[in-house]
């Protein structure tokens, strides 16, 4: 099980937690798992698409899911996942 960290700006989303643990094989999992724990914070982070919004960044371990393999990150126990919004639309 992998720990997500909640920046301030999205507990209003979370009822204020800021560390969730959650399982998941892969980034796309975890997310999966977060908005269906928290589904107010889908329509934050994902486009009508289903696409991640481009100014929502994910940090797994501290580095950059997009200089990984992104949402097809792979996640292992004990791993920290970071979301950190840059902006919004």
Request: aromatic share 10%; no cysteine; proline share 2%.
């Amino acid at each position: 099980m992998a720990k997500v960290y909640i920046p301030r700006t999205l507990r209003l989303f979370t009822n204020s937690d800021f560390e969730i643990i959650l399982g998941g094989e892969k980034i796309s999992d975890v997310v999966s798992n977060l908005v269906g724990k928290y589904q107010d914070l889908e329509n934050y982070i994902f486009t009508n698409e289903g696409r991640l919004k481009s100014f929502v960044n994910i940090y797994l371990n501290e580095e950059d899911i997009k200089r990984l393999d992104n949402l097809e990150t792979k996640v292992y126990d004990d791993d920290k996942i970071l979301l950190v919004p840059s902006s919004t639309d």
